[in-house]
Every structure is written in C-alpha cells, then in structure tokens.
C-alpha cells in the first residue's frame, strides 16, 4: 500500500468549500484504486490567520511544508480582510517561489456535456506552460512621492534559465501530444523583455526538429483562443500572459470554476503544488454553490503527479459524465450545489470500482 502524506491549505474563501470537496474525492480515488492511501495534514493558513498573526502563515511554515509529497490548496485571498498583494505574495507566491515551483501546468479541453459561451466550438484539447517564477511578477520596483508627481516602476525580471526552461519543458511535453508549440509574445510593444523571449524561442526550438511552432503577441492569440481554439497544443507564456491566457481558457470551456492548475517542482528538491486557476470567488462564497470541478479536476492533476494515471483517467471520464448528465453548478448553467456535484462523482467512482 502506497501512503501520500498530502498538505491540505483550504485558504481563503470558497477555497474553503471546494477543498473539502476534493478530498471526498481522493477518499474515494482510495477505496476504488485499493492500493493507495492518502493521509491529509491541514492548515488553516489564509487572510483569517493572517487578521490573527499579522501574517499568512508562520515563520516555520515552508519548513513545515517541506516533508509532504505534495500540497493541496484552494484559493488565497479576502480582499475585505488583506490587500490581494500582501495575501498572494504571503502564500501563494512565497510557496510557488520558495518551493522553486518553476512551471505552472494549466490544460484547457472542450468538455463534454458543457456549454461552451463560444458559438460553435470545435473539440479543443490544450495546455498553457506559464513560467511560474519570475518574468512581470516581481518585488523590484517602487514608489516615489505622493500625489500630482507620484511614479510608480515595475522591473520584470526574466533570466535565460528561467525563459529557456519553461520553453523547454513545453517542448518536451509536445513531444508527448500533438507536437506543436505556440509562444506567447509582445515584442511589439515590451522592448526588451519580449524581443528576449523572441530568441530563446528561436534558439529552444531549434533543438526540437520534430516540434512546429508558431509566435503570436499575446492580444491576438488571446483573440486565438476564442476564434480557433482547436488549433493549440502546447502555449508557452511568461507568468502574467499565462495568468491571463489561463482565466481565458477556463472561461472557453464553459466556467472558470473548472481549470486546474499544477504548480510542478522540476528539480525535486521541494513538493509540487496542486491548486485550481481560479481563486477565492467571495462573490458566491458561503453559498454552497461553488463549483467544485476545478480542485477535483487538480486532484487529477496531483493523482498524474504520482504517476497514478489510470485512476487519474477515470476519475476525470466520471467528471465528464457527471456535466454530460447535467449534474452542474450554476456557474455553468445548473442548479447542483458543490455537494451535490461531489457526492454524484463519488458515486460513480465507486460504482465503476
Ligand atoms: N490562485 C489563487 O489562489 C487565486 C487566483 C485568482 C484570484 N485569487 C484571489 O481571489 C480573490 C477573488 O479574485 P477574482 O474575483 O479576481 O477571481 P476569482 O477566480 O475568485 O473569481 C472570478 C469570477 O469567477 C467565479 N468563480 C471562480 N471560481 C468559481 C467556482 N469554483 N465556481 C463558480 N464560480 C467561480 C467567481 O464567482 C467570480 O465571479 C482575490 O483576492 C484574488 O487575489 C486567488
Ligand atoms: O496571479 C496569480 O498567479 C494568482 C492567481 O491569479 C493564479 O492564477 O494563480
Ligand atoms: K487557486
Ligand atoms: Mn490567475
């Protein structure tokens, strides 16, 4: 029996409903699969611990963090309680960072059972690379005076290792799927970031002979991807132009309630992080309406990550089911609660078990 010490962070929000959804779920993955275990160790590391200890989690909690297989979170912030960028850069960011989680995993797919808000989308079976380290989210910059002659400067920070891993790890996982690459660029507008990104492209991909590519600037293929989504494998992109493109991708399939997202340590030095695209929603929170197939979606994502594929298949075909049935939240048109969807997936699961 194969035991995953898993850290479970609910965070903020409906992080905090979405979360124990999920791990209903892995309960189930457990007694279907038979040889896998799954121990959860939680924490109540979010903007209500932070209103509590002027922090977002303690001074040993990356150490804490350190020992587990993997961590497992829901969603970070409460901007009523904490500004967004002293909670992100608290949790989130500092995890991301200090765990050297470099590549953020972000696939998109038209879903069966799902409406879609594009027209007539073909099937469209994608995954967003977003370089999860650096690039325009950064801590380097300022601000000077107060009012009339205020500035405020925001250095973004993009490293040859940094770009060229990310564009390779792209490459590589082309070569599993459709083999093509798409980057995402501004080299129009962004001098010398983007012009950059440009040449590392050029040189990575002359390494993969076997991989075609395509560059598009960020506004058009964002428009790409609601034209002609079908026409994507594999999208490389600096870490804000990922953010973004990921929100999109979400929004294409039917709910950004849906997207997972899989924070991967490459170097195996530190846990990798599991956590959904989308973040705390307190517009829905408390509710009970929250759709819960995101972080069930990135329980999959963490099942793939311990080579656990098989389940991690199936569990994702009982998810499509689940939507084709019309077992959905109202995010996507439904009138499921987040339990409701849950306990039909779990369901099922055993049923196929
Ligand atoms: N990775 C993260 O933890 C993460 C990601 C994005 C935003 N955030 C934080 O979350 C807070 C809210 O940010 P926001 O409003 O820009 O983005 P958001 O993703 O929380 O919400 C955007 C919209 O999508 C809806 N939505 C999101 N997830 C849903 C789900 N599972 N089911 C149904 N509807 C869902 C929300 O109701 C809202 O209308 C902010 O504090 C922000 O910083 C955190
Ligand atoms: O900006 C971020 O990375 C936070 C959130 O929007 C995300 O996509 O994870
Ligand atoms: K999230
Ligand atoms: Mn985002």
């Known amino acids: 029996m194969k035991k995953w010490e898993i850290a479970v962070i609910p965070g903020d929000g409906i992080g905090k409903e979405v979360v124990p959804a999920a791990l209903d779920v892995l309960k189930a993955v457990a007694d279907v699969h038979g040889g896998i275990s799954f121990s959860f160790t939680e924490f109540p590391w979010s903007c209500d611990y932070y209103m509590e200890h002027g922090k977002m989690m303690p001074d040993d909690g990356l150490e804490t963090l350190r020992n587990f297989d993997a961590i497992f979170l829901g969603a970070v912030g409460n901007p009523k309680l904490v500004p967004d960028h002293i909670?992100?850069?608290g949790l989130l960011l500092k995890i991301r960072r200090e765990f050297e989680q470099v590549i953020n995993i972000r696939p998109a797919k038209y879903f069966r059972g799902l409406s879609s808000p594009l027209a007539?989308?073909?099937?469209f079976d994608f995954i967003v690379v977003r370089e999860n380290s650096e690039g325009e989210y950064s801590e380097i910059g300022g601000r000077i005076h107060r009012g009339e002659d205020e500035i405020a400067i925001q250095n973004a920070v993009f490293t040859r290792k940094g770009t060229e891993r990310a564009m390779r790890y792209a490459f590589e996982l082309a070569r599993k799927r459709k083999r093509h690459v798409t980057s995402a660029t501004k080299s129009n507008g962004i001098f010398h970031t983007m012009p950059f990104w440009d040449e590392v492209f050029a040189d990575v991909k002359r390494d993969y002979p076997d991989v075609a590519t395509a560059s598009y600037h960020i506004d058009?293929?964002?428009?790409?991807?609601?034209?002609?989504p079908h026409t994507f494998d594999v999208v490389v992109a600096s870490n804000l132009f990922g953010d973004i493109l990921t929100d999109l991708g979400g929004a294409i399939m039917g709910s950004i309630g849906i997207a997972p997202a899989a924070n991967i340590n490459v170097n195996g030095?530190?846990?990798?992080m599991f956590e959904p695209v989308h973040g705390s929603a307190p517009d829905i929170y408390g509710q009970g309406i929250a759709n819960p197939i995101g972080q069930i979606w990135t329980a999959k994502l963490m099942l793939d990550?311990?080579?656990?594929?098989e389940i991690g298949a199936l569990l994702l075909q009982t998810i499509e089911d689940v939507a084709a049935d019309g077992i959905k939240t109202?995010?996507?048109g439904g009138t499921a609660t987040t339990?409701?969807?849950t306990e039909e997936i779990c369901r099922r699961l055993r049923k196929r078990g």
């Open 87 to 89: 909670s992100l850069w």
């Open 120 to 123: 007539e989308p073909r099937e």
């Open 220 to 228: 058009a293929l964002a428009a790409f991807f609601v034209t002609r």
């Open 269 to 272: 030095k530190y846990p990798s």
């Open 305 to 309: 990550h311990f080579g656990e594929e």
């Open 330 to 332: 109202p995010d996507l």
């Open 339 to 341: 339990k409701e969807v």
